[in-house]
């Protein structure tokens, strides 16, 4: 079975920094890309940053600048730093991975709160 448990969100203010991070563990064959999308309330959830095996990178237009995706391949484990905070970055994180014979799994969220 494949979890992915993320961490770091919290509450912090308008120009603030935070870091999340998203381990996975359980038997996987082959990751091509880890990553992060975001849900507000009321809104789909969206692309913020993804970066593959091969360290492609792509980030929404709305974050370019502020946020940086890494990843560890040897942990399985990605990171989202994530700079110049702004209350319109307020939502519920969700990392996300594809594996290439088991398809896509998600974590369970962690929110982050950012006030003006």
């Known amino acids: 079975q494949v979890q992915l448990v993320e961490s770091g969100g919290g509450l912090v203010q308008a120009g603030g920094s935070l870091r999340l991070s998203c381990v996975a563990s359980?038997?996987?064959?082959?990751?091509?890309?880890m990553g992060w999308y975001r849900q507000a309330p009321g809104k789909h959830r969206d692309l913020v940053a993804t970066?593959?095996?091969?360290?492609?990178?792509t980030y929404a237009d709305s974050v370019k600048g502020r946020f940086a995706i890494s990843r560890d391949n040897a942990q399985n484990t990605v990171y989202l730093q994530m700079n110049s905070l702004k209350p319109e970055d307020t939502a519920v994180y969700y990392c996300?991975?594809?594996?290439?014979?088991?398809?896509?799994?998600w974590g369970q969220g962690t929110q982050v709160t950012v006030s003006s």
């Open positions: 996300y991975l594809d594996d290439q014979f088991l398809g896509r799994y």
């Open positions: 359980g038997r996987l064959f082959s990751i091509n890309a």
């Open positions: 970066i593959t095996s091969g360290g492609t990178i």
